[in-house]
């Protein structure tokens, strides 16, 4: 049976257009072959 | 591949960049896996498992940040699912580490080209917030609003239409929630979430029951979330031409060209030669008519044109008098002197001679006035006797003379007064014998034996009608 006030919560707002700029910034653009560089660096640092 | 570290390109076969040399060898490996996730995301999107689709490409993008075909997949799947600014977000970026020849320039230039379309689907994912605060504070039916006028705006948008359906089915709404899910169902096939909820609503449509498995029980599909089979999705192929099409029409062609020729138009044209033969039947019993009225109309006109010469011939035969306002004058003067003479009892032979000259001038024939008429008879049968007495003694007396011209004058004019005695026709005659008029001489004498057979001068007229002869 669905819970309609929990299944409520999960709907998040949708970001406008004007605040795409923002989401643009904030975006992590981190992938695989950044993370094993920094810890190869940490490893020789 | 370029090289992460420098960008130099770097050969397919080397591990190691001739340029920094960076070890490629984990590079190379993580974009082979980025790659396959990206294989596999196209794979989903092209059945339409978006939801599927984007998992696959959100960890090709974990792979390898820099896939940006993964990216712009990834933005338009995003964008089908009405997630705008998700989807200008991911070609922003893709745009960021790839400037040139990059398919994100015409996703990009795509949406700015359409401002309106643009701000319409702002316009929708404000409204889509709106509503969701207001089913976060029970307002169901202002949310229902908003909902709706979301979806008008921007038809794509599943988590309005998912808010939507859960709004519905918290209502008992059912139906409408049906409808909802299966417009989402239809852009973003295996939405965990739609399938979710359909499942759910046949849960309370039928009444607790649990009456259907889920979409993905045990990797087997079973029948659809709305009841019904689903046509395994086979992959794409491109249709090959079919050669026994072309041949069909053709034939087709062929069978409807001949079937005009030998069964159409000679229907056709028998047709129209039947229907010329009556038009030209009815043509000729038509002039038949016509000749027969306007022979008849000739003689017609030959009678009528006889008729005419026949009137005008009696007309001119006709001579009318013409009218001579004088004679009544004269008539008027004769019957005037008639009675002034026979008032005073002075009607003398001499006065008889001068009325008996005025009705001379007199033609009753004339005269178209009777009445008229009736007066000149009536004056000439008083005077004309008298005068013509008298003037033809005088005319004797003149022969007695030897004045036969003389003679001849008065004689005649007693003859004028009208209804000449035998003496007057007699004298007459030997005036015009003794002229040497001998046959005005032997008209006088025959009237003389015609009118006056017992008179005493009838034999000395025949003698001397005998001498002349």
Known sequence: MINFDEEIAKFQPSLEVDQAEEAIFNNDLTDITDMIESILNEKKG | ???????????????????????????????????????????????????????????????????????NLLGLVFFEMGETVAALSEW????????????????????????????????????????????????????IIQLKKVINLNPH???????????????????????CLAKANKIDLANTTTLRYLSELNQLVSGGETTSAPYWSDGE?????????????????????????????????????????????????????????????????EQLVYRTKLTSSEKEVEDLKAKLAEKQKELDSIDIPEYDKTMYDSILSAVYRYIELDSTNNLTPENSIEVADLLSKVDPSKMENQDAVKLYEMVKQKVSPIAAKEVSQQGKTAFNNKEYEKALTLLTQAYSYGDPDDNTLYYLGKTQQELDQYEEAKTYYNQLLTDFPNSSLAKYAKQRLNDLQ
């Open chain 2, 92 to 143: 922003v970026i893709s745009k960021h580490f790839q400037a040139k020849d990059n398919d994100a320039d015409v996703y990009i230039g795509a949406v700015q080209a359409n401002p309106t379309k643009l701000d319409s689907m702002n316009q929708a994912i404000k409204k889509y917030n709106i509503a969701l605060d207001s089913a976060k504070q029970g307002s169901d039916d202002l949310a």
């Open chain 2, 157 to 179: 948008f599943i988590r309005a239409l998912q808010l939507l359906a859960l709004i519905y089915m918290k209502n008992n709404e059912f139906e409408r929630a049906r409808r």
């Open chain 2, 221 to 285: 599909v079973n029948s659809g979330p709305l009841g019904k089979p689903l046509s395994p999705i086979s992959s794409y192929k491109e249709e090959k031409p079919n050669v026994w099409l072309f041949i069909n029409l053709i034939l087709g062609v062929v069978i409807g060209v001949s079937v005009l020729f030998f069964l159409i138009v000679p229907t056709v044209k028998k047709n129209a030669q039947s229907e010329y033969l009556q038009k030209q039947r009815d043509f000729d019993s």
């Open chain 2, 1 to 71: 591949m370029n090289c992460p570290k420098c960008g130099n390109v770097v050969a397919v076969r080397r591990n190691r960049c001739e340029f920094c040399g960076k070890d490629l060898t984990i590079v190379r490996k993580t974009d082979r896996l980025s790659n396959s996730y990206y294989n596999r995301g196209l794979e989903k999107a092209k059945v339409r498992d978006l939801t599927g689709a984007i998992i696959m490409l959100k960890k090709s993008l974990e792979m390898n940040k820099r896939n940006t075909n993964a990216r």
